[in-house]
């Protein structure tokens, strides 16, 4: 199974809402389909004047559900992000924990992954900001099925689930990542984001 690009991915996913108005759609994923074609253009085309895109949260869960699910990683399912305010941003989605758990090597009776089986519901919560090309996540909390969880913990999970050619070891939550496509900055409030180039 393919894994997405990270970080363009957690990009994507980040400009998305859990809880949209109106409920996701192949024509609303369609339609971020064609903004995203626009971005790309507009990238190529430099010396331009500035190019703003908005994108809604309707949009991004719809593209999230009937274009990127079977793109994502075994073992995940069912993303979800709801944008609110002051650039916070709260997902969830069902990961299959167990394998995690059997790709860790510390182990031992008191390694907590040894007590997660089957797929849970993951939720994050945390901050995110963009300038100059470049974005940065900060976690306010996460929990497994309600039960907060440590940062550590949350970045196995991420780690297991990003794990790629050009990332062997994964993605790290905190890092700094470059914004793809020539974007310069995601400006988000309750329940949208506007994209800059």
Request: charged share 20%.
């Amino acid at each position: 199974m393919k894994h997405i690009a990270i970080p363009a991915a957690l990009v994507a996913v980040l400009v998305a809402g859990v809880f949209a108005a109106e409920p996701v759609s192949r024509r609303e994923a369609a339609r971020l389909q064609a903004k995203i074609e626009r971005i790309n253009q507009h990238k190529a085309a430099r010396g331009k004047a500035a190019a703003r895109t908005p994108i809604t949260e309707t949009e991004v869960n719809s593209y999230l559900r009937y274009e990127l699910s079977d793109r994502m990683p075994d073992g995940v399912k069912d993303p979800w992000v709801s944008l609110l305010d002051e650039g916070r941003v709260s997902g969830k989605a069902t990961v299959d924990l167990a394998r995690v758990g059997q790709s860790r090597t510390s182990g031992g009776m008191l390694d907590p992954f040894n007590y997660l089986t089957g797929a849970l519901p993951v939720a994050v919560n945390g901050v995110l900001r963009t300038r100059n090309g470049t974005g940065t996540f900060s976690l306010e909390s996460a929990s497994v099925s309600g039960i907060p969880v440590p940062t550590w913990m949350l970045q196995e999970i991420v780690s297991h689930y990003s794990k790629s050619e050009s990332a062997p070891k994964g993605v790290s939550i905190e890092k700094p990542f470059l914004l793809p496509s020539g974007i310069r900055e995601i400006q988000l409030a309750k329940g949208q984001a506007i994209v800059v180039q």
